[in-house]
């Protein structure tokens, strides 16, 4: 049996996650959600897709360097890699680039729904 505090369990997930080759460079595709940019530029939102969600951050040098903004509901492709935020145990993607990908199906489903009201 190994007993470890909470830091040191989230230092050791937080090197493992971000020593994993796959995790370093990685695309994921899905649908932005709780989108907030904040007065130092970072962005943070929720990529969504069906049940499943992952946190995501964009940091304030790679945001100034996007075409665009993503808004709620827009389906994208985030490129980046995962990290652990260990302050508060929480597994995120860290996001260097985004390309758009169109509507989300969450937000047409929602869009379609306004329109049989």
């Known amino acids: 049996m190994h007993l470890l505090s909470v830091s040191q369990l989230n230092a050791f997930l937080r090197e493992l996650l971000e020593a994993d080759q796959l995790l370093s460079d990685i695309w994921v595709e899905g649908e932005i959600s709780n989108f907030t940019q904040q ?29 665009f903004l993503p808004r709620n509901g827009d389906a994208v492709l985030a490129h980046g890699r995962i990290s652990f935020y260990e302050a508060r145990g929480q597994l995120q993607l860290s996001v260097d680039s985004l390309q758009a990908a169109g509507v989300g199906t969450l937000q047409a489903q929602f869009e379609l729904s306004l329109i049989h009201i």
């Open 39 to 67: 007065r130092s530029g970072h962005c943070y939102f929720t990529l969504k897709e069906g049940e499943a969600q992952l946190n995501a951050t964009l940091w304030r040098s790679y945001a100034a360097r996007l075409p």
